[in-house]
C-alpha cells in the first residue's frame, strides 16, 4: 500500500515537527480487523484519531490488538470515552491525557471526547477526538463544547480530528472550521469524500487545526486497496501532515 506523496515525518533543523495524522470511524472493529490495521498501518500515521472504537465486554484487549498489529500503541480513550479513543506511535511522549464524557440527552447516545497532550521532540501539540450527534441541535451544542475542550487544553497548537455527522455546509462544521482550520479546504490532497467506502458521496470526517499550524496536505489517501477499504469500516480515513512550528 502507498500513501502517496503527503509529506513524512521529521523533525527540522529549527526544531519544528511534520506529523500525520489519521482520523478514522473503525465502528467498533465490527468489520474486518485484519484490513483495519493494514490500512491503519499503510498511511504510517504519528498519531490516529478514532471514533467507534470498540465500547463493551473486553474493549481494552480488542483495541490493544489494533494498536499492536498497526504498530501504535494506546494513548487514551474507548470505552471510557464513550468512543473515541486515540492511538500513537512510540515518536510521541506523552504529556497528559484525559476522557471527557458530554452531557446525556435522554433517548440519544452518550458522547464524549479522547483527549491529549503530547510532545514531539520540544513541540507541544494538543489532540481531540470526536464523534457528533446525529441530532442536529445536540451536534450543534457539542461543536461548542469541543471548541471549548480545545481551549481548556492550554497549548498554543491543537489538532482536532473526528465523525462530524454533518457535511461542510451544515451550521455545525461551519462553526468550528470559523474557529479552526479545516485541513481539506486549507490543502486539499487525495479524496475528499469519507462516506461510504462502496459509495463515496459525502465529507462527514475532519481534521481540524489551530491556525499556527501548517497544513501540507488532507483527505482520503489514494492507493490503499478499494476492497481492504471496503472490508476494513464504514466510513473512509482521513490522513493529513501537518507543521507545527517550533516553540
Given at each position: 500500500m502507498d500513501s502517496g506523496s503527503l509529506p513524512n515525518s521529521l523533525t527540522e533543523a529549527d526544531g519544528s515537527a511534520v506529523i500525520r495524522v489519521l482520523s478514522y470511524n473503525i465502528r467498533s472493529m465490527r468489520d474486518d480487523p485484519v484490513a483495519l490495521a493494514r490500512v491503519m498501518k499503510a498511511c504510517a500515521p504519528d498519531l490516529v484519531l478514532v471514533q467507534e472504537a470498540p465500547r463493551f465486554f473486553r474493549w481494552r484487549k480488542k483495541l490493544a490488538r489494533l494498536a499492536r498489529a498497526a504498530d501504535l500503541v494506546i494513548l487514551s480513550g474507548g470505552g471510557s470515552a464513550a468512543g473515541p479513543a486515540l492511538l500513537c506511535s512510540l515518536r510521541a511522549t506523552v504529556e497528559r491525557t484525559e476522557d471527557v464524557l458530554l452531557p446525556l440527552t435522554p433517548g440519544l447516545h452518550r458522547r464524549g471526547f479522547a483527549t491529549a497532550v503530547v510532545r514531539f521532540g520540544g513541540v507541544r501539540l494538543g489532540v481531540v477526538s470526536?464523534?457528533?450527534?446525529?441530532?442536529?441541535?445536540?451536534?450543534?451544542?457539542?461543536?461548542?463544547?469541543?471548541?471549548?475542550?480545545?481551549?481548556?487544553?492550554?497549548?498554543?497548537?491543537?489538532?482536532?480530528?473526528?465523525?462530524?455527522?454533518?457535511?461542510?455546509?451544515?451550521?455545525?462544521?461551519?462553526?468550528?472550521?470559523?474557529?479552526?482550520?479545516?485541513?481539506?479546504?486549507?490543502?486539499?490532497?487525495?479524496?475528499?469524500?469519507?462516506?461510504?467506502?462502496?459509495?463515496?458521496?459525502?465529507?462527514?470526517?475532519?481534521?481540524?487545526?489551530?491556525?499556527?499550524?501548517?497544513?501540507?496536505?488532507?483527505?482520503?489517501?489514494?492507493?490503499?486497496?478499494?476492497?481492504?477499504?471496503?472490508?476494513?469500516?464504514?466510513?473512509?480515513?482521513?490522513?493529513?501532515?501537518?507543521?507545527?512550528?517550533?516553540?
Open positions: 470526536c464523534h457528533l450527534s446525529l441530532q442536529k441541535d445536540e451536534r450543534y451544542a457539542q461543536g461548542g463544547l469541543l471548541l471549548d475542550q480545545v481551549e481548556a487544553l492550554g497549548v498554543e497548537h491543537a489538532v482536532v480530528g473526528g465523525d462530524l455527522n454533518e457535511r461542510p455546509d451544515g451550521r455545525t462544521f461551519r462553526r468550528l472550521a470559523a474557529a479552526l482550520n479545516d485541513a481539506w479546504a486549507v490543502r486539499p490532497w487525495g479524496s475528499e469524500y469519507t462516506s461510504t467506502p462502496a459509495d463515496p458521496h459525502q465529507r462527514i470526517d475532519a481534521i481540524l487545526a489551530t491556525k499556527g499550524i501548517e497544513i501540507l496536505g488532507c483527505g482520503v489517501p489514494p492507493g490503499l486497496p478499494a476492497h481492504e477499504l471496503r472490508a476494513a469500516t464504514d466510513h473512509l480515513p482521513v490522513l493529513a501532515a501537518l507543521r507545527i512550528p517550533a516553540a
